[in-house]
């Protein structure tokens, strides 16, 4: 999954930005209003962690121009600004979820969770599928019941295709969940983590639909 963090504070930046790497999210990180906007306009987040009070440009601002574009990429405010009318101001803005500052990273990681869940179109905290099981809590996947191991950028790979199955995503979706700007690119990433998900969950359980991508069937093969 790729974030967005728009945060000004360095300090808070760099151990947000560490909390996320550190859960195998790809993060991009920016420091002022401009460049938050700039990055929603050219760039396929998950989700979009925000702050209100940003240089050159407020926070409000530019989650109104998210939600004027009708982008529905979820956003989570996670600000200082702790009035009940300014919490009303942002979730009224278009926000989908409120975390105040100083804020909890437990508590902040499990409204991120929880707000993926939901933009995914599930409730349910583990996801089943053809016999296989994920926790995005706790990272466990089982399969039959067994425990799997997979690597970060597996988990990565896996977890999108997993929330939908049956939606085709390409090379270059799946690659937006495994990088942040500043990572080098390998040219066969995708192919290579897909070749090691095939290898532990099932020759057939990811299906590779040709000149488009991959998906996870949504009726089992038999």
């Known amino acids: 999954m790729r974030i967005l963090l728009v ?34 306009r050219t760039q396929a987040y998950d989700l979009v962690l925000l702050d209100l009070g940003l240089p050159r440009r407020d926070g409000l601002d530019v ?20 009035g009940v ?23 902040l990681l499990a409204r991120m969770r ?3 869940r939901r933009a995914s179109g599930r409730a349910e905290p583990v996801y089943e ?9 706790t990272r ?5 019941g067994e425990p799997v191991l997979l690597s970060a950028r597996e988990w990565a790979v896996l977890e999108p295709l997993l929330a939908r199955p049956g939606m085709v995503l390409s090379r270059a979706q799946l690659e937006d969940k495994l990088y942040g700007w500043k990572d080098e690119i ?24 040709r000149g488009v ?7 089992p093969p038999t």
């Open 186 to 209: 390998s040219s066969n990433a995708v192919e290579v983590y897909v070749h090691g998900l095939r290898r532990k969950l099932g020759a057939d359980f990811i299906r590779t639909v």
């Open 7 to 40: 945060e000004d504070d360095v300090m808070i930046g760099e151990t947000v930005l560490d909390l996320l790497r550190a859960e195998h999210y790809a993060v991009d990180w920016v420091r002022d209003g401009e460049m938050a906007d700039t990055a929603l």
């Open 114 to 116: 929880a707000l993926l």
């Open 63 to 82: 989650l109104r121009a998210l939600r004027a574009r009708r982008q529905r990429t979820p956003v989570l405010i996670a600000t200082a600004r702790d």
């Open 140 to 144: 466990e996947v089982t399969v039959h």
């Open 85 to 107: 009318a300014q919490r009303i101001e942002g979730l009224d803005a278009g926000a989908d979820d409120y975390v105040l500052k100083p804020y909890d990273l437990d508590e």
């Open 129 to 137: 599928h053809a016999g296989v099981s994920i926790a995005p809590a």
């Open 213 to 219: 991508g991959y998906m996870v069937p949504k009726v």
